[in-house]
């Protein structure tokens, strides 16, 4: 069966960065774009990007674009996504989603951003 | 980019009674439209992708319809656990744009 295994909840000081992982299985990883979306707490959902794993062509939400980098290992079938120079407002679930209508998703890494 | 914008932001309905959502786009989208529902301290569940097809294990009491800038989910008959927040989301292109969600909980 499918499924999306992200890497576990981080806490970062206001202007590090976090890489969070999203390790896929049950399908072909380079068959299905992988998607980053994220949800602050009590918000919406908001899409960050995507990245082809098979080519690892990568396209950013302007929001993001700078601060952003989404990356693949195609050997152990894991999607990165790494944000840099967090923020406060930066608090949120993170999630990676398969495909273009998000029909898998992670189960979430919680991204704290506190001093 | 193309905004996306649901109606009502919010809703109370009783048990068995018919629901509907609506969703606009700020332009055409054909039929890349999908529909989530994340309950509280869940993930988003995809129920519906092109507009009006029904994902694989939801009930069919979800549907959907629409295409070009005008979409609904209808729930048939409300059911306690439906009780959740509800997305629409286009996919026609990047950037991905979701709504703003619906909050449907039970009278």
């Known amino acids: 069966q499918v499924q999306l295994v992200q890497s576990g909840a981080e806490v970062r000081e206001p202007g590090a960065s976090v890489k969070v992982s999203c390790k896929a299985s049950?399908?072909?990883?380079?068959?299905?774009?992988i998607h980053w979306v994220r949800q602050a707490p009590g918000q919406g959902l908001e899409w960050m990007g995507w990245?082809?794993?098979?080519?690892?062509?990568?396209n950013y939400a302007q929001k993001f674009q700078g601060r952003v980098t989404m990356t693949r290992d195609t050997s152990i079938s894991t999607a990165y996504m790494e944000l840099r120079r967090l923020r406060y407002d930066d608090t949120a679930v993170y999630y990676c989603?398969?495909?273009?209508?998000?029909?898998?998703w992670g189960q979430g890494t919680l991204v704290t951003v506190s001093s | 980019d193309i905004q996306m914008t649901q109606s009502p932001s919010s809703l109370s309905a009783s048990v068995g009674d018919r629901v509907t959502i609506t969703c606009r786009a700020s332009?055409?989208?054909?039929?890349?439209l999908a529909w989530y529902q994340q309950k509280p301290g869940k993930v988003p569940k995809l129920l519906i992708y092109?507009?009006?097809t029904l994902q694989s294990g939801v009930p069919s009491r979800f549907s959907g319809s629409g295409s070009g800038t005008d979409f609904t989910l209808t729930i048939s008959s409300l059911q306690p656990e439906d009780v959740a927040t509800y997305y629409c989301?286009?996919?026609?292109?990047?950037?991905?744009?979701f709504g703003p969600g619906t909050k449907v909980d039970i009278k």
């Open positions: 989301q286009k996919y026609n292109s990047a950037p991905i744009t």
């Open positions: 092109a507009a009006s």
């Open positions: 332009q055409g989208i054909s039929n890349y």
């Open positions: 049950g399908y072909t990883f380079t068959g299905y774009y």
């Open positions: 989603a398969r495909d273009w209508n998000l029909d898998y």
């Open positions: 990245i082809n794993p098979n080519s690892g062509d990568t």
